[in-house]
C-alpha cells in the first residue's frame, strides 16, 4: 500500500518536470509540421522560440492524448510522463503478482489440505488484516476492484467458519476480469487514472477510522506528504500552463475554430507569433499588423490559454458596443464547448464586481468604459489576481482623445497593480511602438502579412494612379477611366463615383466612405438613380425581405432613401441608423445581398465587413483632412480573405489636395500620444482621484510613483510637459481638494484620502467637471421627488453631455409641456423650467427672464426619452420631436449609460438613498425601452426588438426557452431567420442561462459556507 502512496508523492515532484518537456515538445510540432515556426518577412525583434529540439516521440506523446484528455486536468500534465506511467504500471504489476501470489497460494492451500482446520491459515490471515487494516483507495482501478472483491469475500467467509475462503476457479476469473478490465481503462483512459490518483489523495487525508496505532501515524504522515504534494501539484498547474496539442489546447479548440470559424489552418505569422519566447513565457507583446491580417485570432488563442490552462480570468478590450457584442456571440459556443463563461461588459450591462465563480472562469469582453471600472471593482474587491491576461484590441486607441485615457489609465493600474497579469495590445495602425513597448513594458512583434493583396490608388480627374512609394512622388500612373457620362450626369457626379463602383457591384462588394451622414444618403441616392434595371433583378427576392424586416423594425416606417435604394442593393451606413436598421443592413450586406454601401469613417473602426472594392469620396472627415491611421483603417476594409483574391482602394482628390494626399498615403504611421493631459487634465485628475479612493495611493510621492508607469511619464519629453511630474501631481491634488473631492491630513507627511463626493464620483465614472452639479441636481430632486410618472427620474439621469447639441423646437416643447400632468409641470418648474418661458418662446417672444437654459434643454431631451419610454417607438418620437431617428437612439444610450454611472454615485452617498431601488429599475427601462415583457429575451447579446417580437409571438418568451430551442426548428418558426443566426443566437441564450444560474448557485454557497471568521461557539 504504502508503495502505491509512494508513487503518488514521486509523480507529484515529476509533474513539474514533465509539463516543461511537453512545453518545449509543442514548441516544436508546429515547426515539424512546417507551418511556420520559422521566421517571418519582415522584423521580428523577438524572435521565435529557439527551444526546438525535443524529439518527435514527444510530440507523439501529446498528440496521442484524446480531446478530453487535454483539458482541465490539473493533473494531466503529469499524464504524459512515461516514467510516471510506467511507475504506476510497475506498481500495477507489483499488485498483480501479489494478487496472483496470493490466489496460488490459497489454491495450493485449498489443494494441499482439503479439510482445513481454519478457514483462514496464518499468511492468508495476515493478508487479509493488512488488506483490511489499510485504506486501498490510493490503488490503481483495476487493485482498487480486486481489493474490494477480496475484502467484500473476507467479510463473508468469516461468519462461515466452516465453509472454505472462496471458490478459486470463481475467484481466478474475477480476478482476471478485472484485471483485463483495469489494464484496458489504463491504456484507454489516462485521465481516469488521474482523477483517481486526486480521488485517492483525497481520501488518503482522510484518516480510517477504528486503525492501528501505527497505522494512524503512517497515516498521518503519509497524508502530510500528500498535502504537500496536493500543493505543489497546484502551485505548478497554476504557473504551467496544461498543454495540448493545439498551441497548447486540446484539439477540440482546433475543431471548433474549423466548424465555427471556417479556420483550418493559422496563418505562419500566427504560428510563428504564438511560439515566441516572449508569448510562451507570458510576456507582455504588442503586435503589429496590416488590417484583416488575422490578428483576433492570436489573442483569441492566448486567451483560450489562460482560461483553461492556467485557470485565470481574461479581459479583452475592444472599442465599440457593436464589437463587443460581436464577439461575444463569437465567443459564446466556444464558452458552452470548453466550460467557461463569456460575459459582456458594454452599455448598461456587467456587474461590479463581477461575480465569483468558484468553479468557472471568465471572460470579460468588455468596451473601454466598462474595462476601467471592472478593473477598478478588482482592485476594490483585492481580485486583481484572478485576472491572468488583458488584451487590447485596436491599441492605438491610446491616443484617441479621453477613451485613450480611460485605456492608460486601466492598463496602468494593472501594471502597477497586478505584475503577474500579461498584456497583450494589438494594433494596424500604431507609429511609435518603442514609446507603447516601454510603456507596458512589452516586447514587440511586426510583420507586413496580409492575407489578400491590397493595391491602393488615387483618382485625380480622369486618371487612376497606382500609389507606389518607390515612386519619386508617390503615384504611379495605372490607367485612364473609361465611362461615357452625359453631361447632366456629369454635373450630378462629377467625381464619377457611379462609373468606379459598377466596375465591381453588384458582383463583388463595393464600400464608399463618405465624409458625412447626409453625403452618404445623397450619394447612395445618386449611384441608385444612374443603375441599370438589371441591378434591380439581382437576389430580387432577399432584398424584398430586406425591406420588410426593414418597415417591420421600425413599426411599419420606413426611411425613404432606402425604400429606393435597397432594391438596387445599395445602402447607407451611418449612425443615424436604428440600431436595428444597422443590423440588418450589416447582415444583408454580409451576405451579399446589399452590395454597396456608402458610410461614414465609423465603419472602418466598427464591424469586420470587408468589400472587393473601398473608394474614399474625399479625403475628409466632416471638415478635418483624414489622418494617416483613419485612411488606413478604411482602406484596410478592401479584400475579403477566403473570396476575393485581390482588394483594392480609391482615394478621389480634388488637384488641391494632391500634395497633403501624398503625405496622407505614403508618410509613416502617425504616433499616438498620451491623452492623461487633455481637457485641462481631465484625466489625469480622475486617475489620480481613483488612485487615492482605491488605496493605490496615499500620499503625494505615491502618487508621483504611480505616475512613472504611465505613457505620459514615457512620453514626458516629446509632449513638451512644462511641469515637471512632482508639480503636476501637486497641481492636481490642489485641485481635486478644491473641488472637495479629497482631503489632506497632516502637514510633514500628508495623507490624502477621497471625500464622499470623490468616492461617489469615482466609482460612477462621473466626469469631474459636472460631478458636484449631479450631486446638487440629485439633492434638490430629492425634495419634491416627483414619482406619478417616469418624467422626475428620467430628467435626472439625462446626460449633461449631450445638453450642447440641443436646440429645442420650442412649438414642440410647448405643446409637449402642456400634455403634462399638474404635478410633471410643477415639478419642472422646480426645476427650473417654468411652463411660462416656454410658453413665451413658442411664441417668439423675447423672454427677460433670466432662466437656466441647461436646466430647460436638458427637460427637453428627458421630454425625449419620457416619449421613448412610454411610446418604445423611436421613429414616432423622433418624428413628433423633429429629430433624426439616428440621434434619438444615441441620446436612449447614453441616457441608460448615465443612469447607471448616477445608480454607481448615488450608492456611495447616503443621503440619496431613495435612487438606488429607483434608478435600478429605471436603468433597465432606459437599456430596452420596449415592452416589459420582451425584456428577458432581449437581454440576450444581439437579440434586438424586432426578433424579441417574433420570438415572443412564436412562444419563445422567456431565455429558458431560447436556450433550450433547437435552432433548426427556430428557423423553421421565424421568418427570415439564418442558421447561423439561429446557432449564435442560441448559444448566447444558454451563455447567459450559464451564467443567471452559476451566479444564484454562487450565492447559495457563499450563504451556506461556515464563515471563516465566527466566534468560538462555547456552550
Ligand atoms: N488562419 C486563418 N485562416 C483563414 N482565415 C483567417 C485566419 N485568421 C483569421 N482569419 C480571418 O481573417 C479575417 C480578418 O481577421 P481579423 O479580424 O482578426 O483581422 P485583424 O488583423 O484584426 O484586422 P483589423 O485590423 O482590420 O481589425 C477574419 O474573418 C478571420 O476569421
Ligand atoms: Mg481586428
Redesign the pocket.
Known sequence: MSCGRLHVKIKRVCARKRSRDVFKTHLNSVRKQGRGGGREAGSTPCLPSRRSSSTMAEHRAVEDCSDSEDLFGDYDSILGDTSILAKLEEAEQHERLRSENLQSFRTQQLTADPMPQSPKGPLIDSVFHELEDKAFDDLPTSQLQFQEQIQDQAKKSKPQVQSKTSTPSHTEAAVETNFEDGSRKHSKARRSVADLLKKTMLGNAATPVGVSRTALLKEAVVSEEISVAMQAMENISAETPDLGPFFGLPSKVKELMHKL???????DW?EACLNLECVQQRRNLIYS?????????VAEILILRELLCRRKDCLFILPYISLVQEKVRGLATFGLELDFMVEEYAGSKGKFPPVKRRNKRSLYIATIEKAHSLVNSLIESSRLNHLGLLVV??LHMLGDGSRGAVIEMTLAKVQYMSKATQIIG????LGNIQDLQTFLGAENYTNDFR?VQLKEHVKLNDTIYEVDLKEENCFRFSRMLNYKYSSSMQKIDPDHIIALVTEVIPLHSCLVFCPTKKNCENVAGMICKYLKEDFLQHREAEKAVLLQELKASGNGSMCPVLRRTVPYGVAYHHSGLTAEERKLVEEAYSRGVLCLLACTSTLAAGI?L?ARRVILRSPYVAMDFLKRSQYK?MV??AG???IDTIGESILILQEKDRSMAKELVCAPMESCYSNLMQDDGKGILSLILSLIGLNISSSLQQVEQFLRGTLLFVQQQQLCVERSLWDTVQRCVATLREKELITITGTHSPSLQVTRLGRAAYKGSVDLSYCSVLYKDLLKGLEGLQLSSHLHLVYLVTPYNLVPQCNPDWMVYFRQFTLLSASEQKMSAAAGVPESFVAQKAAGQTVNKSVDLVAVKRMYLALVLFSLLRDTDVWAVADRFQLTRGFVQTLLSSASAFCCCVLHFTEELEELWPFKALLLELSRCLSYCVKAELIPLMEVTGVLEFRAKQLYNAGYRTLSHLANADPAVLCRTLEHLYQKQANLMVASAKMLLNEKAAALQEEVDELLTLPADLPAQQH
Do not use: F, H, V, W
Open positions: 470559424r471556417g479556420i483550418q489552418k493559422l496563418y500566427q499588423l496590416p488590417t484583416s491580417g488575422g490578428k483576433t485570432l484590441d485596436e494589438m494594433s494596424a495602425t492575407p469586420n470587408p483603417q484596410g476594409r475579403r480573405a477566403g
